[in-house]
């Protein structure tokens, strides 16, 4: 918890990124027109403003990735989209949620009632849940993925930014695809989409699934079952009705199945078998288990592959949500009027055992439930001859939020407790906001925009002892026992809140191929209540909203004739009342304690750059670099701790990604393409006093690899790819929870190698 001047180390990496704009800028115009006369970077379209338009002509640092970049690095969740991404980490460590972090911008917190810092939109509609921030990657046109507050055009909620999903659509031509791949460890992926014509010119329609199954990856040395499993089904359907040029409506139903376990985990002992207490002091420099350890009950994993644990108790999560939305378009003469409706259901159900270990010292049981409605009108300039153009509209949310968790700790021994905690919440918000673009010149033009949200929230909660019937083990929901006491008696809590969010922006155009932008903007995460509060009422209180100003400079440039694109983007960040999740262990041996609080002040600053080349007919290469300095300038938590002078969680100083491929057109016309993934990430800390123990230990990177036949044939064209996922092996660790009460730390880790065959087919 010491403070550092990182100034001097900024300074020194600015510099660098300068000389890499200034020799970008100087090479501009040298190329040979004869030697670069047939190939050129395909245009990126970017939905980023609302407005399909070119990525470099937008004034905000985005990264995108078409539909093609996602068949082939075959994402599987968002998880997997973070290695391609400059300063994002996403961790999903055996919980339905995901933590995601942009710019050392996110949020630890796994209880579902909170939101995340970076937002999750699929086709322009708001998903509030974790849960459902892991969109299955199939059938999808672009994901773009946008950095900095984005308080005005997808409102609440993105302080870190935002990440926008974005279907492919029915357009009234007969389209076909599908693919299907085996993998290691049993794995079966299969694809499919058909879009097809129903009313000429009137009436078109696309359907698309998903499934995904693969055995454990883990071992459970306990029954010899297999854990880290996946078995995912997904399906939506589209209709669009253009019955003539004005207007266009796009109705979408969707459904998904999840059925998996726990992940990746594993069991470290904290307890010295020299002293019979706690030895924190000799855990810090290891990377998994300690001989000898064990935690207090006398169980201590002495096993250090990460892919073999032991443990006794439930270990299922099962998932359903669904959703609908139809998108209106009505074309007037200078205007467009859009309405996007939309509604989203959620259930969840949990088995876990968070001890990994074969004593019931923690089971878990939740259950899920919630319930989203959202509505957006706006209305949007649409004659691109003019030198303004704006958008305005108005936004209403409401979810409704039910959880019934069930705690089992310490089962057999002395001061065993059997909780049952219930509680609701609702919230309902409303915004009007407007944006604009302006043209000052050809060269220099103005972006702003405003957005006033005002948020209630309501928030009801009881926690009980209760008397289990004797065997039966923690999956008694909805028959929980007799209540012989309770922890929190029923507290209901209510807030309000309304916050101002928007942004400023000049970019400047000094030819057509180069564009530098400055922007201001102000970015709100909302307040709430903490989901997790189970042992102490003290707990049980709320957190108000958090408060981004965000300053950046970019430059989009694109050199060579189209045959280098060059994107930077430096950025500060003035982070108040940040919102911190804690996860540590209670006043009493058989507690923790799970609060958020609203953390002083904050700073940030980086760097990120993409660059992208086109060095001949055959080769690409692309990479990604992402800086990082965060520091907490002022934070003491309500129990005196002082946390001022340490980094942010998850915010590694440090991050590089890339691909090369290599196209071998052959003599027939059919191609082989040779393509390389990269990705390194240096060390993170996984909480606020930035211990090294519950950090990711160092710094990790990954490789991935992949060869694909393309051939040709008949109004269509069939490929085979062999691909392998980690390829080195590496064992990067994604998360470390402190469970130090019970003399144990809870250890989470990627997945180790996979590899596979992939068979496609396009029409």
């Not at 050392?104 to 086709?123: L, R």
């Not at 097809?196 to 079952?225: H, Q, W």
């Not at 089962?411 to 909780?419: E, H, K, Q, Y």
């Not at 940040?578 to 904050?602: C, I, K, R």
Request: glycine share 10%; net charge negative; charged share 20%.
């Amino acid at each position: 918890m010491t403070s550092h001047d990182r100034r001097p180390v900024f300074a020194t990496k600015g510099r660098i990124a300068l000389a890499v704009i200034c020799a970008a800028s100087n090479a501009q115009g040298q190329s040979s027109g004869d030697e670069f006369a047939n190939y050129v970077l395909e245009e990126i379209v970017v939905s980023a403003q609302k407005r399909e338009e070119n990525l470099q002509d937008v004034p905000i640092s985005v990264t995108n990735f078409g539909g093609k970049d996602l068949e082939n690095f075959r994402f599987f969740d968002n998880v997997d989209l973070a290695s391609q991404v400059p300063n994002l980490t996403i961790k999903n460590p055996g919980i339905p949620t995901s933590n995601i972090f942009l710019r050392g911008i996110g949020s630890n917190d796994f209880n579902e009632n909170t939101n995340n810092p970076v937002a999750t939109y699929v086709d322009e509609v708001f998903l509030s849940s974790g849960v459902a921030s892991n969109v299955p990657m199939f059938d999808l046109a672009r994901v773009e993925v946008l950095k900095g507050p984005q308080g005005t055009l997808y409102g609440k909620n993105t302080t870190g930014g935002a990440i926008s999903y974005v279907t492919r659509k029915p357009d009234g031509e007969f389209d076909l695809r599908g693919s299907a791949t085996v993998g290691r460890f049993n794995e079966k992926r299969f694809e499919g989409a058909v879009g097809f014509p129903i009313l000429e010119d009137v009436l078109a329609g696309r359907v698309s699934g998903y499934s995904n199954k693969r055995e454990g990856t883990d071992l459970n040395t306990f029954d010899g079952k297999d854990q880290n499993q996946r078995d995912t089904q997904a399906i939506r359907g589209q209709l669009l009705y253009t019955p003539n040029d004005r207007l266009e409506a796009l109705f979408k139903i969707n459904a998904r199945e999840r059925h998996t376990d726990l992940g990746t985990g594993q069991h470290r002992g904290l307890v010295s078998p020299v002293t019979g207490g706690l030895d924190l002091d000799s855990v810090q420099n290891n990377s998994h288990v300690i001989e000898g350890f064990t935690d207090f009950f006398g169980y201590g994993e002495q096993n250090d592959d990460p892919y073999v644990n032991v443990h006794n108790g439930p270990d299922r999560l099962d998932i359903e949500d669904s959703g609908f939305s139809a998108n209106i378009s009505l074309e007037f003469d200078n205007v467009s009027l859009t309405s996007i409706s939309a509604i989203h259901n959620h259930e969840q159900r949990l088995l876990s055992d968070p001890d990994f270990s074969p004593n019931t010292i923690l089971h878990v049981e939740r259950n899920i439930n919630a319930e989203q409605v959202s509505q957006e009108l706006r209305l949007a300039s649409n004659d691109d001859g003019q030198a303004l153009g704006w958008i305005a509209g108005i936004f209403y949310f409401n979810e409704e939020f039910d959880a019934e968790v069930n705690f089992d700790i310490t089962r057999g021994l002395p001061g065993a407790i059997f909780t049952n905690q219930e509680y609701d919440q609702e919230t309902t918000s409303y915004a009007a906001f407007t944006h604009v673009n302006y043209d000052f010149t050809d060269k220099l033009a103005m972006t702003a925009g405003l957005r006033y949200t005002y948020e209630e929230r309501s928030f009801e909660q009881v926690v009980n002892i209760i008397a289990p019937e004797p065997g039966k083990g923690i999956e008694f929901i909805g028959d929980p026992g007799p209540i012989v006491g309770q922890l929190i008696p029923f507290t209901e809590l209510s807030e309000d809140w309304s916050e101002v969010s928007g942004k400023i922006s000049l970019d400047y155009r000094f030819n057509e191929n180069v564009m530098a932008f400055g922007t201001v903007s102000r970015g709100f995460k909302t307040g709430g209540f903490t989901g997790g509060a189970v042992f102490n009422p003290l707990e049980l209180r709320g957190f108000d909203p958090e408060i981004l100003i965000s300053y950046e400079l970019g430059l989009k440039s694109e050199w060579f004739d189209n045959r280098v694109r060059f994107n930077a983007t430096t950025f500060l960040y003035d982070y108040s009342d940040l919102q911190v999740f804690t996860f540590v262990p209670g006043s009493d041996s058989s507690s923790f304690v799970q609060t958020v609080d609203n953390a002083a002040d904050a700073s940030i600053y980086g760097l990120e750059i993409e660059l992208t080349v086109l060095p001949s007919a055959n080769w690409m290469f692309n990479v990604g670099i992402g800086l990082l300095e965060s520091e907490y300038d002022n934070y003491e938590d309500p129990t005196g701790v002082d946390f001022t002078g340490n980094e942010l969680v998850n915010a590694p100083k440090f991050d590089f990604n890339g691909t090369l491929s290599y196209n071998l057109q052959l003599n027939s016309g059919n191609e082989i393409n040779f393509r390389t993934e990269f990705s390194y990430v240096s060390r993170r800390f996984f909480d606020r006093s930035n211990t090294r123990r519950l950090s990711s230990g160092g710094g990790h990177g990954n490789v991935n690899f992949a060869v694909a036949y393309s051939h040709e044939v008949e109004n269509g064209s069939i490929q085979i790819e062999g691909w392998v996922k980690n390829a080195l092996d590496e064992v990067d660790r994604t998360d470390t929870v402190d469970f130090a009460n019970f003399g144990y730390d809870l250890l989470w880790f990627n997945d180790p190698r996979t590899a596979g065959i992939t068979v496609s087919y396009a029409y």
